[in-house]
């Protein structure tokens, strides 16, 4: 939804790898309003460019304020500028071995379709993510801090989360 939403405020969205070590410095780099990564840590302009959930949470409510909106009615309207809902979802593999072989088991086994999504494009910023024909992306990265390797989905369709999510696992060699 961030890559709609830059496109329909003509502002830039710019992506980093997983976690503040890369998005702080990016933020700092190109003067960004806001940052925020997966874990739902947000940072803002003007701001240490850290995650900050009590300032989150103010301007959140400020929001609410301003708009005399409940949240689940900012809900409604985010979907109707993004065109429709997205729907997440992520499964957590342990994993113990070389991460250089488990990378080219996933190069090698790119898909040309995810739940039954056109792949159109595969981005190597942190990971291998593999955007899909809805707007859409399956992202297969290795956590940075335990032994695991994540496979994230993000899609507009509801029904082909979990098909999405298992495809991933394959891609990686893990199913």
Do not use: C
């Not at 070590?21 to 309003?33: D, G, R, S, W, Y």
């Not at 300032?55 to 109707?80: C, H, I, Q, R, S």
């Not at 942190?126 to 399956?138: A, H, I, L, V, Y």
Request: proline fraction near 4%.
């Amino acid at each position: 939804m961030l890559n709609k939403l830059g496109e329909l405020y003509n502002v830039p969205v710019h992506e980093t790898g997983v976690g503040f070590k890369f998005v702080a410095p990016k933020m700092t780099e190109t003067n960004a309003l806001i940052g925020g990564e997966e874990s739902g840590g947000y940072a803002f302009r003007g701001n240490v460019p850290e995650r900050d959930g009590i300032l989150a949470g103010l301007y959140m409510l400020d929001f609410m304020v301003k708009t005399g909106k409940k949240p689940t009615e900012l809900l409604k309207d985010l979907f109707e500028k993004v065109g429709g809902e997205y729907f997440y979802d992520r499964i957590d593999s342990p994993f113990s071995g070389d991460h250089e072989s488990r990378k080219k088991i996933i190069r090698d086994n790119y898909p040309a379709t995810l739940g039954g999504l056109k792949v159109t494009e595969v981005v190597t910023v942190d990971g291998f993510q593999f955007k899909m024909e809805d707007g859409g992306w399956m992202l297969i990265r290795f956590s940075g801090t335990e032994p695991i390797l994540r496979v994230y989905t993000e899609t507009r369709h509801k029904d082909k989360v979990k098909a999405i999510l298992e495809d991933g696992l394959k891609v990686a060699g893990i199913k």
